[in-house]
C-alpha cells in the first residue's frame, strides 16, 4: 500500500479497535490450559479407587509408604506411549515441572553420573557458568528453571524438523561449559513441531565436550494430536545407547493435560544409572509418590490404547478451536501479508509471527482491548525476543464464541500495530 491507503486503513482500524475496547471484554488466552469439558472428561477418576480397591496389580498396598518408582502396571503403559520401555521410566507425582527442576538442582548440588563435579563448581574452573541450548521459540517454563539458577542459555533455531542439529553439534562439541539442552519433541511449545528420527538421532550421537551433556527431552505432547494420525514415538533412549552415550537424555512426560492438570502422575524416563542417581537423591525428599493416584488413574486409562481413546476425546473438543483459529487468521491476515503462524498437527499451541517489532504494541492493544495474551518475549531466554515478532496463541481454554471474538479481536491488534509500524517507517 502507499502511504495514503495505509492511513486510510489505519483509520478504519482504528473504529473497529475503539468498538472492540467499548465491548469491555475480559478474555485469556495466556497459557495452554484445558477447558473445562476436557477436565469432565477425567470426572470418573473421582469416584477411583473406591474402598477396598487399594491394591495395585502387582500386590503393593497404595494407603502405604514405599514406591518409589511408581506403580509398575503404570510405568508399562507410559512405557511404551513414551518409547522408554516399562525398565526405564519411573512414575512420580504430579509435575513434570518438578521433575525437571529436581534433575537440573541435583546436578548442580551433586553433579550427574558422569561429571567431574558438581556443576555448580564449574564455574571457578572453566571460567564461565554453564550454559543450556534453547531452541527457539520455546517453552517459558524451562527457560524460568536455567534462569532461576543462573545457567546461561544460548539460543537456537527450532526448525519444523526439530532444533537445528548443525548448530547444536557445532555449540556442544567445542563448549564444555554447556551442560543441556531443552527440547519438547513432539508438538512443540509453541511451534507445533515434531522432531524427526534423523534429528533425533544426530542429538543423540553428536559428540559433546562436556561428558555430562544432558537433553532434557520433555515429551508433554506426546499423545495430543489434533488428527487421527499418531505421531512416531522415538526410542531415543535406544538411540543415544546406540551411539555411545547411554546417559544422555532425560525424557519427561505426564497425565497433566490428559486427565486433572493439577493432580495427574509425571514421569521420568532415562537410562538405569540416571534412575539409579535420580532415586538416591529423591530418596531423601520423600519415601514415596501418591500411588493411590497412581492406581486411579490405572484403573481409569486401564492400557496404552484406553490412554488414546481417551485422546481422541480431547481431540473432539479442541481440534475445532484450532480450527477456528486458523480460519480467522487466514480470512483477517492472509491477504495482509503482516504475519505468518504455524499450523499444528498437536499439541496446546500456535506460534504467530507478526511483522518485526509489533508483537509488544499487539499484545498491549489487546490487553488495553480486554484480551490477555502472553507476554511479548515469553517464547525466548530471558524473555527477550530480539525481532518482537512472535506470539504464542493459546486456543484450548476458552469457549468456542469466546475464542472468535478474541482472535478476531488480535487480527484487529495485529493489523493497528502493523499499520503503526510501516507508517513509522514511512
Not at 486433572?260 to 530418596?283: I, P, T
Request: proline content about 7%.
Amino acid at each position: 500500500m502507499s502511504a495514503d491507503q495505509l492511513r486510510d486503513t489505519q483509520a478504519d482500524l482504528k473504529k473497529q479497535y475503539d468498538t472492540l475496547c467499548a465491548a469491555g471484554l475480559k478474555l485469556d488466552l495466556t497459557r495452554g490450559k484445558p477447558g473445562p469439558d476436557q477436565l469432565d472428561l477425567a470426572e470418573p477418576l473421582l469416584s477411583l479407587p473406591g474402598a477396598g480397591n487399594h491394591v495395585s496389580p502387582d500386590g503393593a498396598d497404595c494407603r502405604n509408604y514405599g514406591g518409589l518408582t511408581g506403580l509398575p502396571a503404570l510405568r508399562e503403559i507410559f512405557g511404551e506411549l513414551f518409547g522408554t520401555g516399562p525398565d526405564r521410566i519411573i512414575a512420580q507425582d504430579n509435575a513434570s515441572l518438578r521433575i525437571m527442576h529436581d534433575v537440573t538442582v541435583f546436578a548442580l548440588l551433586n553433579g550427574t553420573p558422569d561429571s567431574v563435579r558438581p556443576w555448580s563448581q564449574e564455574h571457578a574452573h572453566l571460567g564461565s557458568p554453564v550454559k543450556f541450548l534453547c531452541p527457539v521459540p520455546g517453552y517459558d517454563r524451562h527457560f524460568s528453571i536455567t534462569e532461576h539458577y543462573g545457567i546461561e542459555m544460548i539460543n537456537v533455531p527450532m526448525t519444523p524438523h526439530g532444533p537445528d542439529p548443525d548448530v547444536c553439534a557445532e555449540l556442544v562439541a567445542s563448549d564444555p561449559a554447556i551442560k543441556g539442552m531443552w527440547v519438547v519433541p513432539t508438538y512443540s511449545n509453541p511451534s507445533g513441531y515434531t522432531v524427526t528420527e534423523e534429528v533425533a538421532r544426530r542429538l543423540a550421537a553428536m559428540p559433546a565436550a562436556a561428558p555430562d551433556f544432558r537433553i532434557y527431552w520433555d515429551n508433554a505432547y506426546a499423545v495430543h494430536t489434533l488428527v487421527e494420525r499418531e505421531p512416531e514415538v522415538l526410542p531415543v533412549l535406544d538411540y543415544a545407547a546406540e551411539a555411545g552415550n547411554p546417559n544422555r537424555f532425560y525424557v519427561f512426560g505426564s497425565t497433566s493435560k490428559i486427565t486433572f492438570a493439577g493432580a495427574g502422575v509425571a514421569f521420568l524416563g532415562s537410562s538405569k544409572e540416571n534412575l539409579d542417581w535420580y532415586a538416591r537423591f529423591q530418596s531423601v525428599a520423600t519415601i514415596g509418590p501418591d500411588k493411590l493416584n497412581q492406581l486411579r488413574h490405572l484403573l481409569f486409562l486401564k492400557d496404552a490404547d484406553g490412554v488414546r481413546a481417551h485422546m481422541a476425546r480431547h481431540r473432539e473438543l479442541i481440534a475445532p478451536k484450532f480450527k477456528l483459529v486458523l480460519d480467522i487468521l487466514q480470512e483477517r491476515l492472509g491477504d495482509s501479508k503482516i504475519a505468518d503462524w504455524t499450523e499444528p498437527e498437536g499439541g496446546y499451541f500456535i506460534s504467530f509471527d507478526v511483522i518485526d517489532g509489533t508483537a509488544k504494541r499487539t499484545i498491549a492493544l489487546a490487553e488495553d482491548a480486554g484480551i490477555a495474551l502472553t507476554a511479548a518475549g515469553s517464547t525466548f531466554p530471558y524473555k527477550n525476543d530480539p525481532d518482537d515478532r512472535n506470539i504464542r496463541l493459546a486456543p484450548t481454554f476458552p469457549s468456542l464464541d469466546e475464542l472468535a471474538t478474541a482472535m478476531d479481536g488480535v487480527a484487529t491488534c495485529a493489523l493497528l500495530a502493523a499499520t503503526e509500524k510501516l507508517l513509522d517507517r514511512d
